[in-house]
Every structure is written in structure tokens, then in C-alpha cells.
């Protein structure tokens, strides 16, 4: 591992907000670009040792722990205490539910600026400049302190001195660096903010990573293929032979794949395969367009030019005057 390399860590992934501007809807249920954002959300962090949620279970598409904060709806800082107590890590990563343009590789640039900073937490921030501690990394040692000492200076009864604290409370007493994203920070509030979602799913210039994502935690698959690949197979197979060729040429190629190796390997081996046929049959249809070259004509018979000959020459000269 380099000085730059994000070390290993756990994620923490708070999503038991009660949703008040949404209508009290289960928002982390809520789709953008076809998937839940509580699952858009887990893709990002798929690279935790151990993912734990802060919620009630819900079907997810991956296997997560799940743990709940005490009491429930205890707001932020009782909920990522509760999901702290269940991870091991040196760093944790936390984040919202609500994300839908996170990525791995901004989880990775939050981890890589906590280890090359030494700073307790590195959070991102929007397009305002505002810290969003929700989507940030955390010294899982620094984190435990803070929080501790909140604990400590506002527990009473049967309350664990947490419930309904907000979160510049806990940020307030780390030693924070941060990392600008106003995309990945973008969050789901209301209503109007997921129709925002939604349409910039389709505008931001990533709406094919979005489908195949989209489609690959549809089907279950886990596997990263060169998508160009496939692409130029589409194109070669609709060019060169007929457009209904190029999805059942793709179709074929995974079947094809997934008899073997299963691999990304697998899948371009087959379709390299299937482009060569494509634009074999393409030259094929090419040569055959062309037209046909004239055929030289057969060589006649020869002519007897001898003498008695009909045909003018010297010793028999072509009729003319006075002939």
C-alpha cells in the first residue's frame, strides 16, 4: 500500500430518517434510475470489509448488518454511534441514504485525503461549501472519543446523551479536512430534489453506466465488462449482417461467456469472435454489390485470307471503280 493507497475500511450507512418532506415515504426505498437509493448508495461503499445500516431490515442487493439506534428516530449523532459500536476498522466510512450520485471512487478520494492529511475526518462538501458529515470518512478511534464526550456532557436518565444532538456537535471537536464534490454530495430532501435526481440521471453524461448498473443489480450479476466492446459488437453485428443481429449477437456472446470462464476475459474472447464473423459476412455483402466484370469475348475461328478468299486483301483488293 502507497502513502495515497485508501486503507481498509468499514461504512456505516445511516438510513432510519423519519422523512418528514417526503411524506413520511421510506426514502432510502425510493428509486432513482430504477435501483433503491439505499442500494445505489451500498454500490458505492461495496469495497467496506463490513457495511453496517442504521434502519429497520429491508431486502437489499447485497448482504449488510443491520442495527438500530436507541431510542429509535434518535436522530444522527445516536445512530452512527449505534452503527460505530459494530465495526472493527481503523476508518469508517459514513454516509446517507439518500445519495444518488456517489461513486466508489469518491468514497476512495474521502479515504485517501483522511490518510494522506492525518486529519481525524475527511468530509466532502457541496456546491455552497457547506461540510456534509454524511458523506465523509472518519479515524474510527477520533470518532469514538467525540462521541464519547458528548456522551458524557449531556447524558440524563435513561438517554444515552446522544438523542437529537445534531451532527456539527460531534464534527465541531474533530480535526477535519475536506474534499469538494457538489455532485456526489447532491442529497434527496424532498420531492423536488429526487424529480432533480431523476432527470440528471439522464443528463449528466453517465446514462449507459447508469442502465448497465441499473440492470446488472436487476439480474444479480457482478461482473465489469468492457461495455465499448460490446457496443462496437452491436454496431458490426447491425452494419454487417441486419439490425435485429446486434442484441442477439450480444445475447449470444454472454451465453457463450457464461459457459466458460464467466469472466470478463470470457466475454471479450466471445465477442471478439462474433465481430470477426460480423465483418466476414460485411466483406461478404460488399463483394457481392460489386458489379460483375465483363467476361472477354471467345476469340473467333480463323479466317482463311489465301487466295479465293472473300475477304479484301492484298491479292484479292476490295471492289472499287472501274472493278
Known amino acids: 500500500m502507497t502513502a495515497t493507497d ?3 475500511y468499514d461504512a456505516i450507512v445511516l438510513a432510519g430518517g423519519a422523512a418528514r418532506r417526503l411524506g413520511g415515504t421510506d426514502k ?14 451500498l454500490a458505492a461503499c461495496v469495497g467496506a470489509r463490513r457495511t453496517v445500516v442504521v434502519a429497520a431490515p429491508r431486502p437489499t442487493f447485497r448482504p449488510v448488518h443491520w442495527t438500530r439506534e436507541n431510542p429509535p428516530g434518535g436522530g444522527p449523532v445516536a445512530a452512527l454511534d449505534a452503527g460505530l459500536r459494530h465495526t472493527t476498522a481503523d476508518c469508517a466510512v459514513v454516509l446517507s441514504a439518500d445519495l444518488p450520485f456517489l461513486e466508489a471512487a469518491t468514497v476512495e478520494r474521502l479515504l485517501s485525503a483522511l490518510r494522506v492529511s492525518g486529519a481525524d475526518a475527511a468530509l466532502l462538501t457541496d456546491a455552497d461549501g457547506r461540510d456534509q458529515p454524511l458523506v465523509a470518512a472518519y479515524r474510527t478511534t477520533a470518532l469514538r472519543h467525540a462521541l464519547a464526550a458528548l456522551a458524557e456532557g449531556n447524558g440524563s436518565g435513561g438517554d444515552n446523551g446522544l438523542t ?10 474533530l480535526n477535519l479536512t475536506r474534499v469538494p464534490d457538489h455532485l456526489a454530495s447532491f442529497d434527496c430532501d424532498t420531492w423536488d430534489d429526487i ?7 439522464r443528463e449528466h453524461g453517465h446514462v449507459l453506466d447508469e442502465w448497465i448498473s441499473a440492470v446488472k443489480d436487476e439480474l444479480g450479476i457482478d461482473l465489469d465488462v468492457d461495455t465499448h466492446v460490446l457496443l462496437d459488437l452491436a454496431r458490426d453485428a447491425a452494419h454487417g449482417v441486419a439490425r435485429p443481429a446486434a442484441p442477439l ?15 470478463p476475459e470470457a466475454v471479450a474472447e466471445a465477442a471478439r469472435k462474433a465481430v470477426a464473423l460480423a465483418l466476414r459476412w460485411a466483406e461478404e455483402a460488399t463483394n ?18 489465301g487466295p479465293g478468299s472473300d475477304r479484301p486483301g492484298p491479292d484479292n483488293p476490295a471492289p472499287g471503280p472501274g472493278r
Open 288 to 305: 457481392a454489390e460489386k458489379p460483375t466484370a465483363e467476361k472477354p469475348t471467345a476469340e473467333k475461328p480463323a479466317t482463311d485470307d
Open 6 to 8: 485508501p486503507p481498509p
Open 28 to 41: 432510502p426505498s425510493v428509486r432513482v434510475g430504477g435501483r433503491p437509493l439505499l442500494d445505489r448508495v
Open 249 to 263: 449477437t450480444t445475447f449470444l456472446v454472454g451465453y457463450a461467456a457464461a459457459q466458460g470462464k464467466g469472466g
Open 164 to 173: 437529537g444532538l445534531p451532527l456539527r456537535r460531534l464534527t465541531a471537536a
Open 195 to 201: 424529480a432533480d435526481a431523476r432527470a440528471r440521471i
